[in-house]
């Protein structure tokens, strides 16, 4: 079944670190570009990060740079996101997506939560 | 900056047609696509290169662009297309690497 399942989020306070992992099945992650893409709480999708195929270019939102990181690993089928000085407005619902035609985002994850609260 | 501006919501009864517009300055030099978000299900891509459709999305669902303008066209509305409908471009910097607000479509 093709799919990607995302992993690590949770409750974390201001200033503190998390990760997020995303797990693909049922395809080849190393042939495609992925991103990160996030949704606040009430709030509309928001770009965060992006990592092409054979992980040698990255780019990140403005919001975001400097403080997360993207990565891969295609031997084992995996995205991350390492998320460092987290803000409270870095709370969300982040999601993985898969970049296929025209650098739409073909195929997304059901998201994980974090949230950033003291 | 660029900003790409949906209508916060639209409402349409069953079997009628809904259209969803995303305007912005630089759109008519950008390939849009569009995506359906339902509460607990990952989001969908349902128009993509402007007008294609991925493999199970019906042919209700059609895309256009026109000038500053593009518009996600739904024909025949049902119940189940209720959900929120965003647009998206990507661009060749961060800055235009973005979505729309979002439209939330009501089936009356």
């Known amino acids: 079944q093709v799919q990607l399942v995302e992993s690590g989020g949770g409750v974390v306070q201001p200033g503190r670190s998390l990760r997020l992992s995303c797990a693909a099945s049922g395809f080849t992650v190393g042939l495609y570009d992925m991103s990160w893409v996030r949704q606040a709480p009430g709030k509309g999708l928001e770009w965060v990060a992006f990592?092409?195929?054979?992980?040698?270019?990255?780019d990140y939102a403005d919001s975001v740079k400097g403080r997360f990181t993207i990565s891969r690993d295609n031997s084992r089928n995996t995205l991350s996101l390492q998320m460092d000085g987290l803000r409270v407005e870095d709370t969300a619902l982040y999601y993985c997506?898969?970049?296929?035609?025209?650098?739409?985002?073909?195929?997304w994850g059901k998201g994980a939560l974090v949230t950033v609260s003291s | 900056s660029f900003v790409l501006t949906q209508p916060p919501s639209v409402s349409v009864a069953p079997g009628e047609t809904a259209r969803i517009t995303c305007g912005g300055s630089h759109i008519a030099s950008e390939i849009v696509h569009w995506y359906q978000l339902t509460p607990g299900q990952a989001p969908l891509l349902v128009s993509y290169f402007d007008n294609d459709r991925p493999s199970g999305i019906p042919e209700r669902f059609s895309a256009s662009q026109s000038g500053n303008t593009a518009t996600l066209t739904i024909t025949r509305v049902e119940a189940g297309d209720e959900a929120d409908y965003y647009c998206q471009v990507w661009g060749g910097s961060s800055d235009h690497r973005l979505f729309g607000g979002g439209t939330k479509l009501t089936v009356l």
């Open positions: 990592v092409s195929a054979t992980g040698r270019n990255k």
């Open positions: 997506a898969r970049q296929g035609g025209g650098d739409s985002f073909d195929l």
